[in-house]
């Protein structure tokens, strides 16, 4: 005889007879309900993460994961001995010098802008601002040349394009026979990037590392930039490089300058979740309902095997069995369609633009132009694991009204 009993049972009561269609009609309503459910879940969270993917992805390429500088703004004191220093550590993967200027820049209109210098040949290591280039080289940033690389909407702003002349003007006194005026430099446009985060591509403005320190009479850069390993390690190895470098140091990440766009993000994913989660509570519903009718339509069958010796512990896990199979179909249907439609849903988006000629994402308004998808893998499992909880506390209450049948009353009118 098959063993054990319970589970060909319960595999038995789910092939629906002639007379009890309804029943099978509401357990497939239910595992379609579960499968939308599941399917929905993943397809959304997928998106949530293709954006949160790409802002961190946009942010952190033009920004670094921590940054060492100098005390109040001041260069940092032997430059060369705490890049060596930093580059010792193992989560260190890259370092750049910078100087940063507050400045305002003059052309057909003006605009102030934040000016970083940089050593064009490091920089890679710490941003991919250079893989963004739309015009002009970024490897104009030579020592003298007194080039400057701008980000799109900042050129658009000034009015320039490559091979315009830009005046900048620092807002730091210097004294001379006519009194304090300010520093003063002219530069030629010699690129121009997009790196599709407005905080960048309308403020920020690159030139050379020696050009920069000359314009602001320093020695040496205010800072180096760091690229890790891991991002998420940022605030262990900021502790670690400050022990080693000492207190004439200072170590910030970008978690210090970002963590709070990154931290609203994840909330919204999170909470996202936990709506979506309700869609699985209805199909859930539906569940025990069709469990509630199969229990009533059993009862004989239930007495009978009662009397056959049959516990209640053995009622009960015949009717799980049920709940649990047709919460797992829906479970394995609804990741493998939530897999795909998220796998593909750029193209499927593109192709819906196609037909109906109307754009979801329009690049005038948007700097993401398109609907981004990256499916994460444990976001499927977490989501599986809550949906066959739910199915299996679902089979509970059924089965223990099912285990609780008396065989006296059940079979008094058979």
Not at 71 to 77: K, R
Not at 196 to 217: C, H
Not at 278 to 285: E, G, N
Not at 326 to 342: H, R
Request: glycine residues 8%; charged residues 15%; contains cysteine.
């Amino acid at each position: 005889m098959f063993r054990p009993l319970e589970l060909f049972i319960g595999l038995r009561y789910v092939r629906a007879k002639r007379r009890n269609q309804f029943i099978s009609f509401i357990s497939t309503v239910s595992i379609v309900c579960i499968t939308i459910s599941v399917m929905a879940l993943i397809t959304v969270m997928s998106v949530m993460n293709g954006f949160d993917y790409q802002l961190r992805s946009r942010i952190l390429g033009a920004i670094s994961d921590a940054t060492v500088s100098g005390l109040a703004g001041e260069s940092v004191q032997n430059w060369q001995y705490a890049l060596q220093q930093v580059k010792a550590n193992p989560h260190v993967r890259g370092a750049a010098p910078y100087v940063e200027i507050q400045s305002f820049l003059q052309a057909q209109r003006s605009s102030g802008a934040m000016v970083r210098g940089i050593d064009a040949v490091r920089e890679p290591n710490v941003s991919d601002i250079n893989q963004h280039m739309i015009a002009g080289s970024f490897d104009s940033l030579t020592a003298d040349s007194w080039n400057i690389v701008l980000g799109k909407d900042l050129a658009l702003q000034l009015g320039v394009n490559v091979g315009d002349k830009v005046t900048m003007v620092v807002p730091e006194l210097r004294a001379t026979p006519l009194g304090a005026v300010p520093r003063i430099r002219g530069f030629r446009v010699s690129g121009i990037f997009e790196m599709g985060m407005e905080e960048f591509d309308s403020g920020l403005g690159l030139i050379n590392l020696g050009d920069a320190e000359k314009l602001k009479s320093i020695d040496g850069p205010t800072g180096i930039r760091l690229k890790l390993d891991d991002l998420y390690n940022a605030g262990p190895v900021a502790h670690q490089l400050a022990d080693t470098l000492g207190q004439v140091y200072t170590v910030t990440t970008w978690m210090d300058s970002h963590a709070n766009f990154f931290t609203a993000i994840a909330m919204e994913k999170h909470v996202m979740f936990i709506i979506l989660s309700l869609i699985i509570l209805v199909a859930v519903i539906n569940l025990i309902s069709m469990l509630m009718m199969l229990v009533t339509d059993k009862q004989a069958d239930i007495a009978i095997l009662r009397t056959l010796g049959s516990t209640p512990r053995s009622i009960m896990s015949m009717f799980m069995v049920q709940g649990v199979l047709v919460g797992f179909v829906g479970i394995g249907f609804g990741v493998g369609l939530g897999s795909l439609l998220s796998w593909r849903l750029p193209g499927i988006v593109k192709v819906i633009e196609h037909v109906t000629g109307v754009t979801f994402l329009s690049p005038d308004v948007y700097y993401i132009s398109e609907v981004p998808s990256r499916l994460d893998w444990h976001d499927v499992a977490g989501v599986s694991l809550v949906t066959f909880l739910f199915s299996l506390l679902a089979t509970l209450y059924p089965a223990w009204r099912a285990s609780r049948t008396q065989p006296a009353q059940a079979l008094r009118y058979e």
